[in-house]
């Protein structure tokens, strides 16, 4: 059974800090990481994927992979109150050339504190 | 663009009713998801269609639940009957043939 944990939260940060988000994922043929924020009552939103291990940045954004561990991570620069939001890990088996569902954790719930 | 738009937002009925969502994936995108989300559960997938074809539908919960994708531009997921535990918010999202996945705004379902 796939399964992907991340801790719930809240984890709070002071405006302008490093947030830093956790996953970890039990299926060792996982290919595809997703990083999606849900705020209250929205839809998640994709907001970084990653499909090699070691780092990658997209603006204040970084997303990092350890295939060996079984671990994602998400950093957030310079953190805002508008990233206030649920951040949910999502994993899937398929690399490229096609789609397959996600399998999801349950989010954890991000607090900037201004 | 258009997103991905689902109807209706919101629904309530009661115990028994037949339950009908809808979802109209992004133009082009050859794959589409239904996902349902608790708070128990959080965020699962129900099935999933590529090409308008049913692949994976091993996360239907039980027979009281179906989905049919007539066109590519137009799928439907029933409830028949509906139980106050299929209260959850059902998001669609759809995909071109790469992993990403683009979400729906959801239909809140409530079941009394």
């Known amino acids: 059974q796939k399964e992907v944990e991340q801790n719930s939260g809240p984890l709070s940060v002071p405006e302008g800090a490093i947030a830093s988000l956790n996953c970890t994922y039990s299926?060792?043929?996982?290919?595809?990481f997703f990083w999606y924020r849900q705020y209250s009552g929205k839809s998640p939103e994709l907001i970084m994927f990653i499909y090699s291990n070691g780092d990658k940045e997209d603006g204040r954004f970084t997303a990092q992979l350890n295939k060996a561990s079984q671990y994602v991570s998400l950093l957030i620069r310079d953190s805002q109150p508008s990233d206030s939001a649920t951040y949910l890990c999502?994993?899937?088996?398929?690399?490229?050339?096609?789609?397959?569902?996600?399998?999801f954790g349950k989010g954890t719930h991000l607090i900037i504190q201004p | 663009d258009a997103g991905v738009i689902q109807s209706p937002r919101h629904e309530v009925t009661e115990m028994g009713q037949e339950v009908t969502l809808r979802c109209k994936p992004i133009s082009g995108h050859d794959y589409l998801f239904w996902y349902r989300q608790t708070m128990m559960r959080g965020l699962e997938l129900l099935i999933y269609?590529?090409?308008?074809?049913?692949?994976?539908d091993s996360g239907m919960p039980e027979d009281r639940f179906s989905a049919k994708m007539p066109n590519a531009s137009f799928s439907t997921l029933k409830i028949q009957p509906s139980e106050p535990r299929d209260s959850a918010v059902y998001f669609c999202?759809?995909?071109?043939?790469?992993?990403?996945?683009?979400f729906g705004p959801g239909t809140r379902l409530t079941v009394t």
């Open positions: 299926d060792r043929g996982s290919q595809s």
């Open positions: 999502a994993v899937n088996t398929v690399k490229g050339g096609g789609a397959d569902g996600l399998t």
């Open positions: 269609f590529n090409n308008n074809v049913p692949i994976d």
């Open positions: 999202a759809s995909s071109y043939g790469l992993p990403q996945q683009y």
